[in-house]
């Protein structure tokens, strides 16, 4: 601690509070952005006059540059201070934020909010969990890993919400707007964090660095290519996963050779670190599917308006933010795998009931019980996940160690988010396709017109702005297409929905091997 905090046991536990506090409300920022742009989905399509595709896509690339560049972004912290990558972090988000409420185009949104926003949260996200280490102990760093969880939490509950009225009766740039005033707000208490100092090797690992942009930036970029209609995708993939192979075998030899590299292997010898990262992925990539195929399922089926996506999602984001407060609060001495394991139950069995309901349901508050459900499980497991995971990691080691743990997390949302739309527009294609051909209203020409179109660019669109699109045509003809239309979109968000049921039944069996592993608990301060 500071000489300042240590005055008094008064003003240290003042200081604190104030310290998780601030740093409770950088995480808000880091959710609600994306959250915000889920539900404003709509909104940003017509203003910027593009495609749900685009905008899907510039998502999920915003959440792949972080996870591509985060182990970068974690050693940087190393080399130039945790606090003042912690700092840049920041104003790298406001830079991306300012310029979103400028944006004309998608092209801008792809270069200052998904690039430059990426590349700040993979300076962010890992000096957080490292300051989070090293500025609080014992029971207290225990309460404030699950306060920014439950502030996550939080911001995904305001998010939908606040997103929703923001669009619906100003713009969605406002709420870009209000994100600076927020990063504003926690740089003006910058003074308050302890440095975390870093005293293992200084060196840098080019290619260590270079393989793993490669290796987890391959894997998401082809998805991407793959759900935009773009050609190699096979290629990508490719490239992606030689990379991430390259990058393990390169970091052995490295290690063994005594040399500085990106990431220390040994961590990994760890095993209740490897299942605590392998189920922040898997959390995440059900966060990340489900949190693209409602906002679409939303606005493009039910034709809601951002306001009423926010609300009709608010059952998951509400429940999420309750059950991580609580648990934070009442958890205790119970074992964080006993909580993770009920986690990805209930968020299975979320899932599992709401798959079923997505063609039957005429409003958004039919989803209430599942979305419930749902929450609850992913409540429980963002407020236990970040403390099982680096608890028993050594104090020289905990940057590295969060950086690995932010990047699973990212690189989870990032393929939730790109895999689940991917999967979806597929699906899509594949059904109207088979429908349109099937048809004894559509002439054959017209077939083959409605397939070469969809191979081009596959879209997800409301039966409204499918009507208009078609007011050239033939009613039978204009009635048949908008019929094939309805029957299809349920099933393509019934197959996306698929992504986060699996990722939550992985993460069940995981969580299982868990409970076999005999526990960190942090010492007490």
């Known amino acids: 601690m500071s000489d300042r905090s240590m005055n008094s046991a008064g003003q240290v536990g003042g200081t604190q509070r104030l310290l998780a506090a601030l740093l409770a409300m950088a995480m808000f920022v880091l959710v609600v952005d994306t959250s915000l742009m889920n539900v404003s989905i709509s909104a940003v399509v017509r203003d910027l006059d593009t495609t749900v595709s685009g905008v899907q896509a510039a998502i999920a690339l915003e959440a792949l540059v972080s996870a591509a560049f985060i182990l970068i972004g974690g050693k940087v912290?190393?080399?130039?201070?945790?606090?003042?990558?912690?700092?840049?972090?920041?104003?790298?988000?406001?830079?991306?934020?300012?310029?979103?409420?400028?944006a004309q185009s998608l092209t801008a949104i792809v270069v200052f909010w998904a690039v430059l926003g990426g590349i700040g949260a993979s300076l962010l996200l890992p000096a957080m969990q490292s300051l989070i280490h090293g500025n609080f102990q014992g029971a207290a760093q225990k309460k404030v890993y699950a306060l920014v969880g439950a502030a996550a939490a939080i911001a995904a509950a305001v998010g939908p919400l606040l997103?929703?009225?923001?669009?619906?009766?100003?713009?969605?740039?406002?709420?870009?707007?209000?994100?600076v005033v927020v990063i504003a707000i926690v740089l003006s208490g910058i003074?308050?964090?302890?440095?975390?100092?870093?005293?293992?090797?200084?060196?840098?690992?080019?290619?260590?660095?270079?393989?793993?942009?490669?290796?987890?930036?391959?894997?998401?970029?082809?998805?991407?290519?793959?759900?935009?209609g773009g050609e190699s995708v096979g290629a990508v993939l490719a490239v992606g996963a030689i990379a991430l192979a390259c990058l393990a075998y390169w970091l052995v030899r490295r290690h063994r050779a005594g040399k500085p590299v990106l990431l220390d292997p040994d961590l990994f010898r760890s095993k209740i670190f490897r299942l605590g990262i392998s189920g922040q992925l898997l959390q995440q990539i059900a966060l990340g599917g489900t949190m693209i195929a409602l906002p679409i399922y939303l606005q493009m089926v039910l034709e809601y308006n951002a306001m009423q996506a926010g609300?009709?999602?608010?059952?998951?984001?509400?429940?999420?933010?309750?059950?991580?407060?609580?648990?934070?609060?009442?958890?205790?001495?119970?074992?964080?795998?006993?909580?993770?394991?009920?986690g990805f139950?209930?968020?299975?069995?979320?899932?599992?009931?709401?798959?079923?309901?997505?063609?039957?349901?005429?409003?958004?508050?039919?989803?209430?019980?599942?979305?419930i459900i749902a929450g609850s499980g992913l409540g429980l497991l963002v407020s236990q996940l970040n403390n099982y995971t680096l608890a028993p990691i050594?104090?020289?080691?905990?940057?590295?160690?969060?950086?690995?743990?932010?990047?699973?997390?990212?690189?989870?949302?990032?393929?939730g988010l790109a895999f689940a739309g991917a999967i979806m527009l597929a699906t899509l294609s594949i059904t109207f396709t088979s429908k349109a051909e099937s048809s004894t209203v559509l002439p054959q020409a017209q077939q083959q017109q409605v397939a070469q179109v969809l191979e081009d660019d596959a879209e997800v669109m409301s039966n409204t702005q499918l009507d208009q699109l078609l007011a050239d045509q033939?009613?039978?003809?204009?009635?048949?297409?908008?019929?094939?239309?309805?029957?299809a979109r349920p099933l393509a968000l019934q197959v996306a929905l698929l992504v986060p049921f699996l990722a939550g039944l992985v993460g069940l069996f995981n969580s299982f091997r868990m409970r076999r592993i005999p526990e960190v608990v942090p010492k007490p301060s």
């Open 77 to 102: 912290g190393d080399l130039i201070g945790r606090k003042r990558a912690y700092a840049l972090g920041l104003l790298g988000y406001a830079v991306g934020a300012s310029a979103m409420a400028f």
């Open 163 to 179: 997103g929703g009225i923001i669009t619906t009766y100003l713009s969605w740039r406002v709420g870009f707007v209000l994100e």
């Open 191 to 228: 003074g308050i964090v302890r440095d975390v100092p870093y005293t293992g090797p200084r060196g840098v690992d080019l290619v260590g660095a270079v393989l793993s942009v490669l290796g987890m930036g391959g894997i998401v970029l082809g998805v991407l290519v793959w759900q935009e």
């Open 311 to 342: 609300l009709s999602i608010a059952p998951l984001s509400l429940s999420m933010f309750a059950v991580a407060v609580l648990t934070g609060k009442f958890a205790g001495d119970r074992p964080a795998s006993n909580i993770i394991r009920w």
């Open 345 to 371: 139950v209930l968020l299975t069995v979320g899932i599992v009931v709401l798959i079923p309901i997505v063609p039957r349901a005429e409003f958004g508050w039919g989803l209430i019980i599942p979305l």
């Open 394 to 415: 050594e104090e020289e080691r905990i940057s590295e160690a969060a950086g690995v743990n932010s990047a699973a997390g990212s690189f989870g949302l990032s393929f």
């Open 474 to 487: 033939p009613p039978q003809i204009r009635d048949e297409v908008v019929r094939i239309n309805t029957e």
